[in-house]
């Protein structure tokens, strides 16, 4: 628990120092997107949360605050890249769906360097009760910092996302919500740590828990 208020408190100091665009006026006529959320009642939703509203804002940035037991970190969220995306992850963070949550992959290859979030039961299990499309051009690139959504296929985000530690020299399928901004350190001290896993994909050698979420 003390290491908890710890890292609350380094991200609000982390909060202090950045300078964001969202505290700027609203513009009068703000540009929307109509979202398409399908509930998966074969796969019910891991923790309370209602299906967000179909309708998103599709311009302007919001950050995103994390506290974990490795540190804290800020993630930028880009409204007009991935307006339904963004639009979600803001509604799971402020229903708090990630608080007290696992990640339960990382891995360190050759070929894909990335931490996986978002799923409460285990690795690919436990979202939201509900599935939407992806927001993807073909031109999409991943590199260090990167936030996106993880999928079992098209059409299939939810919760799951991943933050790319090193590269990720993977296919253009996966919706690119926005990049680390501040904490990156955050995410070496995790690979630092270990992976138990001899192909260094798997679980953390030691569990890597979000304590807290939130928006600004």
């Known amino acids: 628990m ?3 208020f710890t890292a609350l408190i380094a991200a609000a100091l982390v909060a202090m120092t950045l300078t964001t665009t969202t505290a700027s006026a609203v513009p009068v006529s703000k540009p929307v997107a109509k979202c398409e959320f399908t509930p998966t009642p074969e796969n019910p939703a891991a923790k309370p949360v209602r299906v967000p509203s179909p309708v998103a804002r599709a311009k302007g940035t919001v950050d995103v605050y994390f506290v974990t037991n490795y540190g804290p970190f800020v993630v930028r969220m880009d409204r007009a890249n991935a ?9 799971l963070v402020k229903s708090r769906f990630y608080d007290a949550t696992q990640c339960f992959r990382l891995t360190n290859s050759s ?4 931490l996986q979030c978002g799923d409460i039961y285990r690795q690919e299990e436990g979202g939201p009760g509900y599935k939407f499309p992806d927001e993807v051009t073909g031109q999409e690139t991943y590199p260090r910092g990167t936030v996106a959504y993880g999928n079992q296929g098209p ?7 991943f933050v790319v530690h090193s590269f990720a020299n993977i296919a253009p399928n996966y919706t690119v919500l926005g990049h680390v901004i501040a904490g990156m350190s955050t ?3 995790m690979v630092a740590a270990g992976i138990a896993d001899p192909d260094q994909d798997g679980p953390p050698a030691k569990p890597i828990r979000i304590y807290k979420v939130w928006v600004h």
């Open 83 to 91: 307006p339904c995306g963004v639009h979600n992850f803001v509604h």
């Open 2 to 4: 003390k290491r908890s």
């Open 187 to 189: 995410f070496d001290r």
């Open 111 to 114: 070929r894909l360097g990335v």
């Open 155 to 161: 059409g299939t985000n939810g919760s799951e996302f």
